[in-house]
């Protein structure tokens, strides 16, 4: 795919490449049979053994430097692969030293993303294991965590562009774009079992013979998606693996460890049994003979099978055989030799239905790297002071929040009021049904999620919650561009989903001020839902003291900047954007006019109409896609017949496309949404078109 441009009604056009240039690997597999194979081995083991630290590195080799250290360290197993077809090539005892090495690479790089690399460095060894035994890109293995992924991408040839996460660099998820070693794209988590199920569907249709591997976690898991899917894998009997990564998260740390599922010999061994040929067709034989014996003697022999496997495996096992998945755990995450000996069994099975691998990894066997320290206040500070405050004052005030992770401001709300705090981790449509709930009950939630989070719980949002008038209170998060998690985290349509409800307000703080005193005006509203919006980033202001709110009029916005010819009229976070541009104006001799809509709706019709009355120009700004803000605005003007008069209009809203990976201060130039984007459309409106391009260059 080539470069996408976004051309304006102004003329001026934003650019973004969408081309990753990242190396493939040309090499092709000549089998889809993973156990049928000879194993050469060729020995690295005393290179390895024999590296030394050196401050120059003379043969080529790769080096990797660990933060705040001078110090370089040598990965010759590693630089010797490229593509993951090399890895049988090593021994299984190669392999635990190149588990080492990955592992160090990825320490020394990671830390640069500002992203937790546990999970990562947790999963290496399971890693390996799966392209030891499976051939990919023919065997298809599927990744759902989001964090998980890196050493699957060192293996597969994009090592290098994995320290920037920024422009043209590696996506954090897994995408069919980047490489054909990606059999599919990461979303938000729990999909890699539908599409996997998917895949061995279509792969049965069309008499292939290719194994199909789909790697889910235990926080993923969590989410309703994942057990529809093993439900339906179950009821389909299809050739599928499942590998459940038990990294020991829980939204309840007060679990008790007893319940988890844990490591011992017994297990190890019994995890051998379950998964061998012979033990699987003696126990599908037995199968069989049982029910041509009579069905009352085939459910006995099915209780009795279900009863031993539960006394064997751990607590919720039998849940997966429930669901017609056969149960084979746990294994131990770090023993690469017990990983391959249970996936190479799992592999050579033929017609046995779907099979779910129990894999236990722990994240604590890697200490997690300092990350850069970021003094700045963001707006989720801001917000969760405000609402702390707010709080106090009113005990039917609670707080549910979803998602695939906490922001770490609202532990200080948790620990302040943890009755009226609820963590429903990646249950999104839970935790808006049940907020309706809450409000049913007389409560007064206010329901955190993620604006790309949000998504995937539309459907209860229109008919438990806005059809219903409840009154349930969207804080959405990460609301716009999200730079390094690009698209796949980017809250580029929550205005155009939420503003088109009928009993829904939809509002927008243009800065600190703005948010706490929405804070304040959500915990007036009673009598029906209410949404605001605020961006990943720091605030304007470093040293703010959050003040007490003060509830905002319902519709009504604001004029910031008074002017002539041109208005300006932003939406939440680019009324700062407007005011920039405001700025660059001015020292050209333009005055413009800047408004703050603060509300997509009920729109402020009485602000609009007089822009509309005393300007040439009305440009309207906002960090979302096409159908939100600028749409409602485009609406009221068309139906009022100011369209019929002097005024013209012109929408800067995001492009038309996806942006990925960059600097927040790219991507907003990429989208074309900066403050002198701004200013060179009101130019170019205006006919100063070399003034413009002149501001742009």
């Not at 965590?145 to 998820?173: D, F």
Request: proline residues 4%.
């Amino acid at each position: 795919m080539g470069s996408a441009s976004i051309g304006y009604q102004s003329g001026i056009s934003a650019r973004f490449d969408r081309n990753l240039n990242l190396r493939r690997s040309d090499s092709t597999v000549s089998s889809s049979r993973p156990c049928n194979v000879d194993f050469f081995r060729k020995s690295f083991l005393s290179a390895a053994s024999s590296c030394t630290h050196k401050k120059e590195i003379s043969n080529g080799a790769r080096v990797c430097s660990f933060p705040n250290t001078d110090e370089k360290l040598e990965t010759p197993l590693l630089d010797s692969i490229e593509t993951p077809s090399q890895l049988r090539n090593l021994t299984v005892k190669e392999l635990k030293v190149l588990a080492d090495e990955i592992r160090t690479e990825l320490r020394s790089v990671l830390w640069k993303t500002q992203k937790s690399v546990k999970p990562s460095l947790a999963s290496v060894e399971l890693t390996l294991a799966l392209h030891y035994v499976f051939r990919a890109p023919v065997d298809k293995i599927l990744w759902d965590a989001v964090e998980q992924t890196y050493a699957h991408k060192v293996l597969t040839g994009r090592w290098s562009s994995i320290p920037s996460r920024q422009k043209n660099g590696v996506s954090g998820v897994t995408s069919r774009l980047e490489s054909e070693y990606d059999s599919f794209g990461t979303g938000h988590g729990c999909n890699s079992i539908s599409a996997g199920l998917g895949l061995a569907v279509a792969r049965d249709i069309k008499g292939k013979r290719d194994r199909v591997v789909a790697v889910i976690d235990s926080v993923t898991i969590t989410a309703g998606q994942a057990y529809e899917a093993m439900s339906n894998a179950g009821y389909l009997d299809s050739n599928m693996i499942v590998i459940l990564n038990d990294n020991r998260h829980s939204l309840h740390p007060n679990m008790a460890d007893g319940s988890k599922a844990s490591i011992s010999a017994l297990s190890s061994f019994m995890s051998k049994i379950q998964s061998s040929q012979i033990f699987r067709k003696f126990r599908e034989l037995a199968k069989a003979m049982t029910k041509k014996i009579g069905k009352g003697m085939y459910e006995w022999a099915a209780k009795v099978d279900e009863y031993a496997r539960g006394m064997v495996g751990p607590t919720g096992s039998t849940l997966f055989e429930e669901l017609g998945l056969y149960y084979i755990g746990p294994v131990d995450g770090h023993n690469v030799e017990d990983l391959v000996c249970v996936l190479r069994e799992v592999a050579s099975l033929d017609s046995m239905g779907p099979v779910l691998v129990h894999v236990i990894t722990e994240e604590k066997r890697d200490a997690e790297t300092t990350n850069i320290v970021n003094d700045r206040r963001t707006y989720s500070d801001c917000f969760v002071e405000a609402l702390v405050m707010e709080a106090e004052k009113d005990r039917d005030i609670v707080v549910v929040h979803a998602g695939i992770e906490m922001d770490p401001s609202l532990v200080t709300f948790q620990e302040r009021f943890p009755d009226r705090f609820f963590n429903v981790g990646m249950a999104e449509q839970h935790a808006v049904t049940f907020s309706a709930g809450l409000s049913s009950g007389g409560l007064k939630p206010f329901c955190i999620i993620p604006s790309a989070f949000l998504q995937r719980a539309y459907d209860q949002v229109v008919h438990d919650v806005d059809r219903q008038r409840k009154a349930v209170r969207f804080v959405i998060t990460s609301a716009g561009l999200v730079g390094s998690d690009g698209a796949v985290q980017c809250g580029a349509f929550d205005i155009a989903f939420m503003s088109c409800l009928p009993n829904m307000i939809a509002m927008a703080p243009a800065n600190e001020d703005e948010l706490v005193n929405m804070v304040a005006t959500a915990a007036n509203i009673t009598d029906r839902p209410v949404c605001f919006r605020f961006p990943r980033g720091a605030i304007v202001n470093k040293n703010y003291l959050v003040p007490a709110g003060l509830p905002v009029e319902i519709g009504r916005g604001r004029v910031l900047l008074e002017g002539q010819e041109v208005a300006l009229l932003g939406y939440g976070a680019m009324v700062q954007n407007c005011v920039n541009a405001h700025s660059l104006l001015s020292k050209l001799g333009l005055n413009v006019t800047v408004a703050d809509a603060r509300f997509c709706k009920p729109l402020d019709i009485k602000l609009v109409r007089g822009l509309c009355e005393n300007h040439k120009f009305l440009i309207t700004v906002e960090e979302g896609c096409v159908g939100g803000f600028g749409s409602h605005v485009a609406q009221f003007i068309a139906l009022d017949g100011q369209l019929d008069g002097k005024i013209k209009w012109r929408p800067i809203v995001l492009p038309d496309g996806y942006i990925e990976e960059a600097s927040p201060n790219e991507q907003l130039a990429l989208a074309g949404l900066t403050g002198h984007h701004i200013a060179a459309t009101a130019l170019s409106l205006l006919g100063r078109t070399r003034e413009a391009l002149l501001l742009m260059s």
